[in-house]
């Protein structure tokens, strides 16, 4: 259980921490403290709090007055900002009747305590006491899984997921994580710092089964990147085989109104795009032009490749429910979007798992490489080195710019 107290009274603080740690089960570890509104904030974009301990009356900044205005402010954020990670409880704490007074219609809107202070007094801490033990008997009540960093989902076992498993990621063997789904656990580092992952393919290919997956990890792990790694086709005049995409944006190619018109049958398209955050894209960009790293990447391969450099693109990716295997059926999807540079069968359902799911949401992308062209030229020779390339260059973004992700989401 975690603990977050937000105050700038050191004494304070102090008689807060011991009323804590006089439940048996808490020790001074499941304690962070912050002493400012942006320092509380920073620390709520990072990290998931039980209880939030929150003083009615702090300063915004080191330098700033304190003010009422800052603790609800914050509160505010915390109901409203989809980037700051709620606690499952707060109580408010003040010595000032009026202070009280003016938060208390805030707190009652969702059952929130707000506990009167005094330093002649120490039976306030009762209140604090009484709202940990509920929590700690309703966390032994459910079990909990703990949150992870990443998320990564694939659409088949083989050869994606066994391509994922390869990288050294200190993948952990394979376990339930409920009677459909089996999940692997590992660990990377970026800047010397762990960071958790979890991964796990889906029950067969197409949006539904990717969706229903990722969904089912959003709610378990509470990951703050879900990511979708694997195999497409691309497009013949912007990729070769084993190239990397960025799937940005993503849209159902099949969405529409299909109807007849003087000229016969005709499909209305309806699709609605979802993007990734500029944030991801532009680190891709970079990456796609550290001409060094993909060309040594591409050497390390030991099997079967293509006499083509390999490329990282950032384009648009269509998904479907079919396999393609014609020039025609690609000719109609590129009439879509005409920067068309891959078709595939997952990666909207993944995106609209991630895009729907309750705040905090995943930041979510996929990258998939090339293994064919959806031509009558289809064949599985690339299927091994494009699912290669595709978990290598998501290993080598994250190990590069997670600290700096999480810092600026």
């Known amino acids: 259980m975690k603990i977050l ?6 004494e304070k603080i102090r008689k807060v921490i011991q009323g804590i740690l006089s439940v048996p089960q808490m020790s001074r570890g499941d304690i962070d403290v912050a002493q400012t509104g942006q320092d509380a904030r920073a620390k709520l974009k990072v990290g998931l709090y039980d209880l939030l301990v929150l003083d009615l009356c702090l300063p915004e900044w080191p330098e700033s007055e304190p003010d009422i205005s800052c603790s609800l402010s914050l509160v505010s954020d915390i109901v409203d900002n989809s980037v700051l990670n709620r606690p499952r409880q707060i109580v408010g704490l003040s010595m000032f009747d009026d202070m009280i007074q003016s938060a208390r219609p805030e707190f009652d809107q969702y059952l929130w305590t707000i506990l009167h202070y005094t330093h002649d007094s120490d039976d306030w801490q009762s209140g604090i006491i009484g709202c940990i033990k ?18 990564i989902v694939t659409a088949l076992y083989h050869p994606e997921l066994t391509a994922l498993l390869n990288i050294d990621w200190n ?73 990397a995409i960025l799937a940005n944006p993503t849209w159902d190619y099949q ?35 550290d001409l060094e790293f993909l060309s040594a990447l591409k050497r390390t391969w030991q099997g079967e490749k293509p006499d083509t450099e390999l490329k990282l693109v950032c384009g648009p990716v269509a998904s479907g429910s079919a396999v ?86």
């Open 5 to 10: 107290v937000v105050d700038d009274n050191p």
């Open 134 to 151: 509920y929590l700690l008997c309703d966390a032994a009540s459910t079990e909990l899984i703990e949150p992870v960093d990443l998320c």
């Open 171 to 243: 993948w952990e063997v394979q376990v339930p994580l409920d009677d459909t789904t089996f999940i692997n656990k590992g660990v990377f580092y970026c800047d010397g710092k762990p960071y958790t992952v979890v991964a796990a393919h889906a029950s067969r290919m197409g949006m539904v089964a990717s969706s229903l997956l990722s969904a089912k990890l959003i709610s378990a792990y509470k990951p703050k990147f879900l990511v979708m790694a694997g195999i497409c086709a691309g497009l013949r005049d912007k990729t070769n085989y084993g190239d």
């Open 255 to 289: 969405c529409g109104k299909r109807t007849e018109n003087d000229e016969g049958p005709y499909f209305y398209i309806a699709p609605h795009q979802i993007s990734v955050p500029e944030n991801i894209e532009v680190r891709f960009q970079a990456l796609s032009r």
């Open 324 to 409: 393609l295997a014609d020039q025609n059926s690609v000719n109609e999807v590129k009439a879509q979007l005409r920067t068309l540079a891959g078709i595939e069968m997952e990666i909207y359902g993944v995106y609209a798992a991630g895009s729907n799911a309750p705040s905090p949401r995943p930041v979510t992308f996929a990258v998939k490489s090339v293994c064919d062209h959806a031509d009558t030229e289809k064949d599985d020779r690339f299927q091994k080195y494009a699912a290669f390339t595709s978990v290598s260059i998501i290993k080598v973004f994250f190990e590069r710019y997670m600290k700096e992700l999480l810092n600026v989401r």
